[in-house]
Every structure is written in C-alpha cells, then in structure tokens.
C-alpha cells in the first residue's frame, strides 16, 4: 500500500521533473538553458523592468543565481541593465529586442503546457489547486526553516 508520503513526493517530484524536461525542450529551440525559460517570462510579464533583488523574489532564487544567469542571458544579447542615476546599482533588468521575441514564444508555449496540463479542470478546480499548492509551498517553507515538531 502506497503510504501519503510516498504518493505526494512522487506525484510533486514526477511534476517537477516533467516541468523541467518540456523547459529544457522549448529552450533547447533557441539555443538556451532550460532554467533560462522562467526568468524570460518573468522579465517579459514585467516589461517596465525589474531589479535583480526583484527577479530573486519573482523567481524565488538566490541572488548568486540570478547573477550567473543575468550575465549569461547579457551575453547572448537577450537581456539588458538599464541604469538609473547613471549607476548600474539597483539597475533595472529588461528584455532586448531579441529577447522579448523568444520570451513571448516560451510564455505562449508555458501557457500551452499549462493549458493541456490542467485539461480536464473546471475553472474551480483550478483555484482550489493553487490554493492548495500555495499553502502547501508556505507549510513546507516553515518546515524547512523551523524543523519538523517532535511528537
């Protein structure tokens, strides 16, 4: 018999790296890095801009990956630092030209993805399930921070 534990790290683990695999195959279309797909959409659902402190909490990522990825997606001509006051602290991060272009084709294939991946859903079901996910994301946060309680 399947015990809770097993059935839900299995089905968030089986999610997560089916998740993985369709970034990886869409970015693998532009010549890029499949964890390269979240911080795109997130910079092309923010087009004003964002800092990188900003794109950390978007992303729930630590500031040494987005700094690795930011120089990387900088680089390739994707990304760009618009400074203000004349400094590059606190610089906002926007798309280029090219960049947005790639970044509009991976957000409509997430939201594809999305789409066939809750096929089946009623609008309801999909409210409960992000309901349920973010309080399961927000228990298993104060878990890791404060430990498991002793019985």
Request: hydrophobic letters at 35%.
């Amino acid at each position: 018999m399947t015990t809770r534990f097993e059935h839900f790290s299995s089905a968030i683990y089986g999610i997560y790296r089916d998740i993985l695999k369709i970034q990886r195959d869409e970015m693998t279309k532009h010549h890029l890095k499949g964890s390269y797909a979240l911080y795109l959409t997130a910079l092309h659902h923010n087009p004003e801009g964002v800092t990188a402190t900003q794109l950390c909490e978007i992303c729930d990522k630590d500031k040494a990956a987005i700094s690795r990825v930011i120089s990387e997606l900088e680089e390739k001509g994707l990304v760009t630092r618009v400074s203000s006051n004349d400094t590059f602290y606190r610089a906002k991060l926007k798309l280029t030209e090219q960049g947005a272009l790639i970044a509009t084709q991976v957000d409509r294939a997430a939201g594809t993805a999305v789409e066939l991946a809750t096929k089946g859903m009623s609008p309801n079901d999909r409210r409960v399930m992000y309901e349920c996910l973010s309080l399961i994301a927000t228990n298993l946060r104060d878990i890791c921070k404060n430990g498991i309680p002793e019985n």
